[in-house]
Protein backbone atom coordinates (compact mmCIF):
# COMPACT_ATOMS: atom_id res chain seq x y z
CA UNK A 1 0.00 0.00 0.00
CA UNK A 2 0.93 3.66 -1.13
CA UNK A 3 0.04 6.63 0.78
CA UNK A 4 -0.73 9.29 -1.79
CA UNK A 5 -1.23 12.64 -1.37
CA UNK A 6 -4.07 14.56 -3.68
CA UNK A 7 -4.07 18.52 -3.92
CA UNK A 8 -7.41 18.81 -4.98
CA UNK A 9 -9.95 16.96 -5.61
CA UNK A 10 -11.62 18.51 -7.96
CA UNK A 11 -14.04 16.46 -10.85
CA UNK A 12 -10.69 14.99 -12.42
CA UNK A 13 -8.51 14.93 -9.33
CA UNK A 14 -11.27 12.98 -7.18
CA UNK A 15 -12.20 10.82 -9.70
CA UNK A 16 -8.08 10.15 -10.29
CA UNK A 17 -7.82 9.57 -6.12
CA UNK A 18 -11.21 7.53 -6.35
CA UNK A 19 -9.27 4.84 -9.03
CA UNK A 20 -6.06 5.03 -6.17
CA UNK A 21 -8.36 4.54 -3.81
CA UNK A 22 -10.32 1.61 -5.38
CA UNK A 23 -6.82 -0.29 -5.72
CA UNK A 24 -6.25 -0.26 -1.75
CA UNK A 25 -4.05 2.77 -2.08
CA UNK A 26 -4.51 5.53 1.40
CA UNK A 27 -5.33 8.41 -0.41
CA UNK A 28 -4.78 11.83 1.46
CA UNK A 29 -6.62 15.23 0.75
CA UNK A 30 -6.50 18.42 2.85
CA UNK A 31 -9.84 20.31 3.66
CA UNK A 32 -8.40 23.09 5.51
CA UNK A 33 -9.77 26.56 2.73
CA UNK A 34 -11.87 23.86 1.22
CA UNK A 35 -15.26 24.29 -0.10
CA UNK A 36 -18.20 21.95 0.75
CA UNK A 37 -18.80 20.49 -3.02
CA UNK A 38 -14.70 19.48 -2.55
CA UNK A 39 -15.50 17.81 0.75
CA UNK A 40 -18.16 15.94 -0.69
CA UNK A 41 -15.98 14.78 -4.19
CA UNK A 42 -13.29 13.55 -1.33
CA UNK A 43 -15.70 11.87 0.60
CA UNK A 44 -17.98 9.78 -2.54
CA UNK A 45 -14.21 8.72 -3.87
CA UNK A 46 -13.11 7.66 -0.23
CA UNK A 47 -10.53 10.03 0.12
CA UNK A 48 -9.16 10.48 3.83
CA UNK A 49 -8.81 14.04 5.20
CA UNK A 50 -6.11 14.91 6.79
CA UNK A 51 -6.53 18.64 7.39
CA UNK A 52 -3.75 20.71 6.41
CA UNK A 53 -1.48 20.37 3.17
CA UNK A 54 1.51 20.22 5.87
CA UNK A 55 -0.16 17.17 7.30
CA UNK A 56 -0.44 15.69 3.64
CA UNK A 57 2.91 15.84 2.60
CA UNK A 58 4.00 14.32 5.90
CA UNK A 59 2.23 11.29 5.95
CA UNK A 60 1.93 10.84 2.17
CA UNK A 61 4.93 9.38 -0.46
CA UNK A 62 3.71 10.69 -3.25
CA UNK A 63 1.51 13.58 -4.11
CA UNK A 64 -0.16 14.37 -6.87
CA UNK A 65 -1.53 17.53 -7.58
CA UNK A 66 -4.52 17.89 -10.21
CA UNK A 67 -5.73 21.65 -9.96
CA UNK A 68 -7.14 24.49 -12.54
CA UNK A 69 -3.57 25.15 -14.59
CA UNK A 70 -3.58 28.98 -13.08
CA UNK A 71 -3.00 27.27 -9.20
CA UNK A 72 -0.11 24.74 -10.09
CA UNK A 73 3.08 26.68 -9.46
CA UNK A 74 0.98 28.56 -5.78
CA UNK A 75 0.03 24.49 -5.16
CA UNK A 76 3.46 23.42 -5.78
CA UNK A 77 4.48 25.95 -3.64
CA UNK A 78 2.58 24.76 -0.34
CA UNK A 79 3.85 21.64 -0.61
CA UNK A 80 7.59 22.72 -0.64
CA UNK A 81 9.47 20.70 1.55
CA UNK A 82 7.79 18.07 0.82
CA UNK A 83 10.42 14.26 0.16
CA UNK A 84 8.37 11.91 -1.94
CA UNK A 85 7.26 11.92 -5.29
CA UNK A 86 5.63 15.48 -6.44
CA UNK A 87 3.44 15.06 -9.61
CA UNK A 88 1.93 17.71 -11.17
CA UNK A 89 -0.38 16.26 -13.81
CA UNK A 90 -2.29 20.14 -14.23
CA UNK A 91 -2.37 21.48 -18.02
CA UNK A 92 0.98 24.09 -17.67
CA UNK A 93 3.60 24.54 -20.16
CA UNK A 94 6.66 22.50 -20.16
CA UNK A 95 8.59 25.57 -18.94
CA UNK A 96 5.82 25.71 -16.02
CA UNK A 97 6.88 22.47 -15.42
CA UNK A 98 10.29 22.39 -15.22
CA UNK A 99 10.00 25.46 -12.72
CA UNK A 100 7.92 23.43 -10.47
CA UNK A 101 10.70 20.34 -11.16
CA UNK A 102 13.22 23.15 -9.57
CA UNK A 103 11.34 23.89 -6.41
CA UNK A 104 10.66 20.09 -5.60
CA UNK A 105 13.67 17.46 -5.03
CA UNK A 106 11.81 14.33 -6.77
CA UNK A 107 9.08 15.39 -9.39
CA UNK A 108 7.20 14.07 -11.92
CA UNK A 109 5.76 15.74 -15.01
CA UNK A 110 2.06 15.03 -16.04
CA UNK A 111 -0.47 16.07 -18.50
CA UNK A 112 -4.05 14.23 -18.59
CA UNK A 113 -5.84 13.24 -21.81
CA UNK A 114 -9.23 12.41 -21.47
CA UNK A 115 -12.43 12.72 -19.34
CA UNK A 116 -12.87 11.90 -15.49
CA UNK A 117 -11.77 8.18 -15.56
CA UNK A 118 -15.26 6.45 -14.16
CA UNK A 119 -14.55 3.38 -17.24
CA UNK A 120 -11.62 1.98 -18.82
CA UNK A 121 -10.26 3.41 -21.40
CA UNK A 122 -11.52 7.14 -20.37
CA UNK A 123 -8.24 8.70 -19.17
CA UNK A 124 -4.35 8.43 -20.13
CA UNK A 125 -2.41 9.99 -17.77
CA UNK A 126 1.41 10.82 -19.62
CA UNK A 127 4.03 10.99 -17.42
CA UNK A 128 7.59 11.62 -17.82
CA UNK A 129 11.10 12.47 -15.66
CA UNK A 130 13.10 9.47 -13.63
CA UNK A 131 10.40 8.12 -11.29
CA UNK A 132 7.59 8.22 -13.48
CA UNK A 133 8.08 4.50 -13.66
CA UNK A 134 6.74 4.43 -9.91
CA UNK A 135 4.24 6.63 -10.63
CA UNK A 136 2.70 4.83 -13.49
CA UNK A 137 2.90 1.70 -10.89
CA UNK A 138 0.31 2.99 -9.03
CA UNK A 139 -2.03 2.85 -11.47
CA UNK A 140 -1.82 -0.69 -12.75
CA UNK A 141 -5.12 -2.38 -12.94
CA UNK A 142 -6.96 0.51 -12.31
CA UNK A 143 -9.56 2.96 -15.50
CA UNK A 144 -6.33 5.15 -15.33
CA UNK A 145 -4.26 4.52 -18.32
CA UNK A 146 -0.77 5.73 -17.11
CA UNK A 147 2.03 5.92 -20.13
CA UNK A 148 5.46 6.81 -19.31
CA UNK A 149 6.63 8.85 -22.27
CA UNK A 150 10.27 10.31 -21.25
CA UNK A 151 12.73 10.46 -18.59
CA UNK A 152 12.93 14.52 -19.24
CA UNK A 153 10.45 16.61 -16.91
CA UNK A 154 8.27 18.86 -19.54
CA UNK A 155 7.26 15.84 -21.89
CA UNK A 156 3.67 15.13 -20.75
CA UNK A 157 3.34 18.78 -20.37
CA UNK A 158 4.21 19.74 -23.75
CA UNK A 159 2.09 16.75 -25.21
CA UNK A 160 -0.85 17.94 -23.33
CA UNK A 161 -0.42 21.79 -24.97
CA UNK A 162 -0.48 19.99 -27.61
CA UNK A 163 -3.40 17.60 -27.43
CA UNK A 164 -5.19 20.46 -25.83
CA UNK A 165 -4.07 23.58 -28.41
CA UNK A 166 -5.80 21.82 -30.80
CA UNK A 167 -9.14 20.50 -29.14
CA UNK A 168 -9.87 24.03 -26.90
CA UNK A 169 -8.28 26.30 -29.73
CA UNK A 170 -10.00 24.63 -32.39
CA UNK A 171 -13.32 25.21 -30.01
CA UNK A 172 -12.46 28.92 -29.87
CA UNK A 173 -12.55 29.58 -32.99
CA UNK A 174 -15.66 27.62 -33.61
CA UNK A 175 -17.09 29.96 -30.61
CA UNK A 176 -15.60 33.10 -32.35
CA UNK A 177 -16.84 32.22 -36.08
CA UNK A 178 -20.33 31.43 -34.96
CA UNK A 179 -20.75 34.91 -32.75
CA UNK A 180 -19.32 36.87 -35.89
CA UNK A 181 -22.31 35.32 -37.97
CA UNK A 182 -24.60 36.24 -35.19
CA UNK A 183 -23.24 39.47 -35.01
CA UNK A 184 -23.57 39.99 -39.00
CA UNK A 185 -27.27 38.79 -39.22
CA UNK A 186 -25.76 35.45 -41.11
CA UNK A 187 -26.26 33.13 -38.37
CA UNK A 188 -28.82 30.89 -39.74
CA UNK A 189 -27.29 30.82 -43.32
CA UNK A 190 -23.67 29.93 -42.04
CA UNK A 191 -25.95 27.29 -40.47
CA UNK A 192 -27.15 26.04 -43.15
CA UNK A 193 -24.14 25.94 -45.11
CA UNK A 194 -22.46 23.69 -42.71
CA UNK A 195 -25.53 21.67 -43.03
CA UNK A 196 -24.37 21.19 -46.94
CA UNK A 197 -20.71 20.91 -46.47
CA UNK A 198 -19.54 20.46 -42.85
CA UNK A 199 -22.51 18.93 -41.18
CA UNK A 200 -20.51 17.98 -38.04
CA UNK A 201 -19.59 21.61 -37.12
CA UNK A 202 -23.16 22.58 -36.11
CA UNK A 203 -23.07 19.84 -33.65
CA UNK A 204 -19.66 20.73 -32.65
CA UNK A 205 -20.03 24.33 -31.71
CA UNK A 206 -22.79 23.58 -29.97
CA UNK A 207 -20.97 21.73 -27.49
CA UNK A 208 -18.02 23.94 -27.56
CA UNK A 209 -20.43 26.82 -26.16
CA UNK A 210 -21.71 24.06 -23.32
CA UNK A 211 -18.17 23.08 -22.26
CA UNK A 212 -17.15 26.57 -22.64
CA UNK A 213 -20.11 27.95 -20.27
CA UNK A 214 -19.17 25.19 -17.99
CA UNK A 215 -15.41 25.11 -17.77
CA UNK A 216 -14.04 28.05 -19.38
CA UNK A 217 -12.81 29.53 -16.12
CA UNK A 218 -10.49 27.19 -15.97
CA UNK A 219 -9.25 27.24 -19.74
CA UNK A 220 -8.24 30.47 -19.62
CA UNK A 221 -5.17 29.74 -17.74
CA UNK A 222 -4.71 26.28 -19.71
CA UNK A 223 -4.77 28.57 -22.89
CA UNK A 224 -2.50 31.38 -21.46
CA UNK A 225 0.20 28.22 -20.49
CA UNK A 226 -0.37 27.00 -24.26
CA UNK A 227 0.61 30.75 -25.35
CA UNK A 228 3.58 30.69 -23.54
CA UNK A 229 4.67 26.99 -25.12
CA UNK A 230 4.16 28.73 -28.36
CA UNK A 231 6.21 31.64 -27.35
CA UNK A 232 9.31 29.62 -25.99
CA UNK A 233 9.49 27.57 -29.66
CA UNK A 234 9.52 30.79 -31.06
CA UNK A 235 5.72 29.88 -32.76
CA UNK A 236 2.75 32.16 -32.96
CA UNK A 237 0.99 32.49 -29.44
CA UNK A 238 -2.02 34.73 -31.10
CA UNK A 239 -4.18 32.06 -31.58
CA UNK A 240 -4.47 30.92 -28.26
CA UNK A 241 -3.66 34.60 -26.68
CA UNK A 242 -7.25 34.71 -28.49
CA UNK A 243 -8.50 31.80 -27.64
CA UNK A 244 -8.23 33.02 -23.45
CA UNK A 245 -10.33 35.89 -24.36
CA UNK A 246 -12.67 33.95 -26.02
CA UNK A 247 -13.00 31.32 -22.44
CA UNK A 248 -12.95 34.46 -20.43
CA UNK A 249 -15.71 36.13 -22.09
CA UNK A 250 -18.04 32.80 -22.58
CA UNK A 251 -17.38 32.40 -17.98
CA UNK A 252 -18.71 35.79 -17.51
CA UNK A 253 -21.63 35.13 -19.66
CA UNK A 254 -21.64 31.65 -17.16
Known sequence: MTVVGLLHPGEMGAAIGGALWGRGETVLWASAGRSAATAQRAE?????????????????????????????????????????????????SPQTARAIAGHQGRFVDGGIVGSPPHEPGSTRLYLSGSEARAVAALFADTNVDARVISAEPGAASALKAAYAGWTKGSAALLLTV??????????DLLLEEWRLSLPELEERSRAAARSAHRKGWRWIGEMEEIARSMSARDLPAGFHEAATEVFRRAAEEA
Do not use: M
Open 178 to 187: RELARAEGVE
Open 44 to 92: QAGLEDAGEIAEVCRRSEVVLSVCPPHAAVEVARAAEGFTGIYVDANAI
